[in-house]
Structures are given as C-alpha cells and as structure tokens.
C-alpha cells in the first residue's frame, strides 16, 4: 500500500494519521468478481468511445459540413466539455441513486444522441447532439468507482487497473474503429452502430451487475454542495486531479492533430490512421501494472516516472515526425503514460472517501475532462499557426508543469513521513 495515502493523509497546514479505508460493501464470489469485472471493463470501453470516435473523422467531418480544419476540431473539445458537464451534473448521482439503473438509464439517452448525431442534417446540430452524448457517455466513471465498492482493500488498484484497461482500450480502438468504419460506410455510420451497442450494454448491465444502493440520506442540493467542500478539504484529490488534467491535455493534443499531421505529411487515409491508432492500444497494458505497483506502494515514485515519460513521448513527436515509426512510438509512451499516471492517482483518491467515491471522482474526472478539452481547443488553432511542432511543444509543456507539482509535493510529503517517524 502507497505510504502517501494509507498512513499519512495530506493536510493543510501539516498532516494527520487516517484510518484504513472500510471492507468493500459488495461481497462477490470469485468467479462472479470476475464476470463482474468483465462487464464494467467493457462498458467503461465501449461508453468511452463515443467520445473518441470524432478524432480522426475530422478531415471528412470538415469536408461534409464545409468547415475548415480548426473549426471541426470544436467537435472534440465540445464533447470533452459535454462529458465534464455530465460528470458535474451527473456522476454524483453515483453516492445518491442505485448505480446499476443509474448507469442503465443513462446510456439509453446516450443512444438516442447518437443516432441523432448520425442523421444531423448540418454543423450545429451535430456539434449540440456532440455535447450530449459526451454528458451521457459519463456512463464509464460511474462504474469505475462501482469497481472500487466491491474491490478488497489490497487488491483495488489490481481491480481498478483492470476496469481502467477496458476504458483506455475503448478509447484507443474507437479511433481505429472509425476510421475503417468510415472508409467502408461513410463517417456517419459509427454512431448509429454504437447507439445499438449503447442499447445492448444497457441491458448486460442490467443482467449482471450487482445493485447498490449508496448510503447518502440528502438531497440532489446538498450533494452538490458537498463536491465543492470535498475539493477544498482534500489536497491530495486537487493535487492528483490537477496532474491527470495537465497529462490528459497532452494526450489531447497528440491524438486530436495527429491525424492532419498523418494525412498532409504521410498521405495515409482513414483506413491507414485506423490502423495507426492501433498502436496506442499498447497502452492498455499500463493499467494493471500501474495498479499492481500501486497496490505494492509504489504509486509515488511510478507516478514521476509517468510523468516524464510523457515530456519524453511529446520530444519525440516532435524531433521524429517525418517518420512514421518513430511517430507511432511516440504515441505508444505517451499512452502508457497517460494510463499509468492515471490509474496511481485513482488509486490513491479512492481510498480518501470511501462513502463519497462518485463525488471523489466527479472532481477528479471533471478536472481532467476540462483540461482535455481546453488542449484539444487551443491545439486546432495552434496546429493552423504552427504546424505539429507547435502541437508537441505545447502537448510537452503540459506533462513537465505537472512533474514540477509532482516534485513540489514529493518534497512535503517526505518531510512529513520524517517527522512522523520522529514522533
């Protein structure tokens, strides 16, 4: 266990002792934890995708609307913003209503979105039906915080890990899915194929997942409030959800204008940056691991080498753009990177508030989504002005603003264990 939440909590102005986090509140048998797992692996994937699925269409998106490059990047920031909308407003609902309907219902609505952003007639509509399947797809950080619930003690981070794993392989094949979808249907099909599979998960959810009932008594009003008193009593969760925003805007900017990058410097068309986006699916591998070293108490120290994995990732993207291998490594890094710092940094703010987890992760997720969106945002207007080069160095900034908060805290955090073995 990670010595920087299990024994000593940040604080402000010093540090007090906290006790374990309780037993997990669902008690499943091996082979149903198992099945269990499985099916909120791949509904975080298969949820999380239809974020995703614009990413490289943004050259045929721009051309069926007759919008410039730039402009159909909105496409993947208004998305982003949709689903941090939806994780203010929505993913609280995860410590007040039973999860499996919560989660169940939701995804209906994201059915209908899509298929209304599958037929939208021009830009506007497409861009509002965007924001609302971003809102709903919020779907995948209700059931990661639900892993956590039944997840022992030990073995969260493996659990969280594994559940992670099925988010970041969604989020990595949509893009390849897409694009071979689009080069045999046209860009549109996509999201009506997955309004179908958003109906279908809605019922595997019902069907095997366990209910759970959250124990919070107030209303929809005080849980609101309680968000914002939640941030401001954790350092720990500010400083974790401002890390994963900054890592997330890399990853943004990378993936959001790489595309126009493989089309005007490699000539590959949708089908040939399918099968590039492949290659990020190597990061799925990082999860587990990320949360085995967790669970072993090395959440700190893999959390900095995350981090400057990810400034090493977006050098190399920009030094070894003109060849295609070097730029598909770099891609590779920076989402093992991305993965593994992010699944430390839930592992640590899961075991702050077990009562509040819904919450712990609504500040968490909120402030990544926001930091994505906003890269992916200035990354279209900074890819029309500067070219690639301009994108990496911004995408490269990110991650080391990060690792000098992350050095910053390492320090504190070192010093208080000192005094704490001095007592």
């Avoid at 759970?212 to 939640?230: E, N």
Wanted: include cysteine; charge should be positive; charged fraction near 10%.
């Amino acid at each position: 266990m990670d010595r920087s939440h299990s024994e000593v909590r940040e604080s402000e102005p010093g540090t007090v002792r906290v006790p374990p986090a309780p037993e997990p509140e669902l008690a499943l048998s091996p082979a149903r934890l198992r099945l269990v797992i499985l099916v909120l692996a791949t509904g975080c994937g298969l949820a999380v995708a239809n974020i995703y699925y614009a990413q490289p269409l943004l050259a045929p998106i721009s051309a069926a609307f007759g919008v410039s490059q730039g402009s159909s990047a909105l496409v993947v920031t208004l998305t982003q913003l949709g689903y941090a909308l939806g994780m203010v407003l929505l993913l609280p609902l995860g410590d007040l209503l039973e999860n499996r309907a919560l989660a169940a219902r939701t995804l209906l609505v994201t059915s209908v979105a899509l298929v209304a952003a599958g037929l939208a007639p021009d830009f506007g509509v497409f861009l509002a039906m965007s924001v609302l399947v971003g809102a709903t797809s919020v779907v995948a950080q209700i059931l990661i915080p639900f892993a956590a619930h039944f997840a022992p003690e030990q073995q969260r981070g493996r659990v969280v890990g594994t559940v992670m794993s099925g988010l970041l392989l969604g989020i990595l094949l949509a893009r390849t899915v897409s694009s071979l979808v689009a080069a045999a249907w046209g860009w549109r099909t996509i999201y009506l194929v997955s309004a179908v599979l958003m109906v279908a998960l809605s019922v595997l959810l019902l069907r095997v997942l366990p209910k759970r009932q959250p124990h919070h008594s107030g209303g929809y009003p005080q849980l609101m409030r309680s968000i914002v008193r939640l941030a401001r009593e954790e350092p720990a969760l500010r400083r974790r959800a401002l890390c994963q925003a900054l890592m997330f805007g890399a990853f943004s900017c990378y993936w959001t204008s790489v595309s126009f990058e493989l089309i005007g410097r490699h000539h590959l068309g949708q089908v040939g940056i399918g099968v590039f986006a492949l290659v990020g699916a190597a990061g799925a591998a990082a999860a587990p691991l990320a949360g085995r070293l967790g669970d072993r108490g090395h959440g700190r120290l893999g959390s900095g080498v995350a981090l400057l994995l990810a400034v090493a990732a977006m050098l190399l993207a920009c030094l070894g753009a003109g060849n295609l291998l070097l730029l598909a490594l770099s891609g590779v890094l920076l989402d093992l990177a991305v993965q593994g710092h992010q699944v430390f940094s839930q592992r640590e703010i899961y075991g702050l508030r077990a009562d509040a987890r819904a919450r712990v992760n609504t500040v968490f997720m909120t402030s990544v989504f926001l930091g994505g969106a906003l890269a992916s945002g200035v990354s279209g207007a900074v890819h029309d002005s500067y070219g690639w080069t301009g994108v990496t160095l911004l995408g490269g900034a990110l991650p080391l603003l990060a690792l000098a908060v992350w050095g910053v805290s390492t320090v504190r955090q070192l010093r208080a264990e000192a005094r704490q073995r001095l007592v």
